[in-house]
């Protein structure tokens, strides 16, 4: 449905799936991909910002993994913000 275009979707409804007080008791992984997610979700519907801020949380997560400092990367070429490229 929030592909398809039926309606605006409901941003914060989907900002609160990633709220840090209910992601506790999922693994390391799971709040990875989980943020990693929502961060896709939010960047297909325009909206970078909130993809970077879901991206740097997930690389908080795991500072090693390659994936959340591509999307990063991405994020800031799309958005011309040159701070974020050299981070």
Not at 43 to 52: L, N, V, W
Not at 63 to 77: I, K, M, W, Y
Request: glycine share 10%; charged share 25%.
């Amino acid at each position: 449905r929030l592909l398809a275009g039926d309606k605006s979707p409901d941003w914060a409804a989907i900002a609160a799936v990633g709220d840090p007080a209910k992601l506790g008791q999922l693994s390391v992984d799971d709040r990875f991909r989980l943020l990693g997610g929502l961060a896709d979700v939010f960047a297909g519907g325009g909206k970078p910002a909130e993809a970077i801020d879901l991206w740097k949380r997930a690389a908080a997560e795991k500072p090693g993994d390659l994936t959340s400092r591509a999307a990063l990367f991405n994020l800031a070429l799309l958005t011309n913000n040159a701070a974020l490229q050299s981070e």
